[in-house]
């Protein structure tokens, strides 16, 4: 998971990441003071815990962009190719629901982000 924090010195953002599911998880792996090295001012400081908050990955979301796009091309030329030689019209329309498939996966990846960052972020430490 993709973590950050504020500087104390000088404000900007300390991003790192952790394979953790919450603050406590983080409080266990490190304590309940994280030490963190902030590039900008080239300080080394502790960090309490709940001043950590998790970010989206973008990497999950880019893998979710590329299947939704490159899912939904192939799943219409698909269609539009198995629905040419198709009389009834209940048989197009069951064929067109596939079309839902890659937005469906989009979204799974993208709310599953969403849960885990909220359900880091909602955890107090202490």
């Known amino acids: ?49 709940n001043d950590i ?3 989206q990955h973008k990497y999950w979301r880019l893998i979710g962009v590329f299947i939704f796009v490159v899912g939904t091309i ?10 040419a030689g198709l009389n009834s019209i209940y048989a197009i329309e069951a064929l067109a629901g596939f079309v839902v498939v890659p937005y469906l996966i ?9 849960q885990r960052v909220n359900y880091f972020n909602a955890k107090r430490y202490g």
């Open 106 to 114: 989009y979204e799974g990846i993208k709310s599953h982000q969403e």
């Open 53 to 55: 908050k998790a970010r």
């Open 74 to 83: 192939s799943v219409l030329f698909t269609v539009i190719g198995l629905a």
């Open 1 to 49: 998971m993709n973590l950050q924090t504020r500087c104390i010195s000088c404000g900007a953002f300390i991003r790192f990441r952790q394979n953790v599911v919450d603050r406590f998880a983080l409080a266990k792996k490190h304590g309940a003071k994280v030490e963190l090295h902030c590039v900008q001012c080239n300080s080394v400081k502790a960090y309490s815990v």
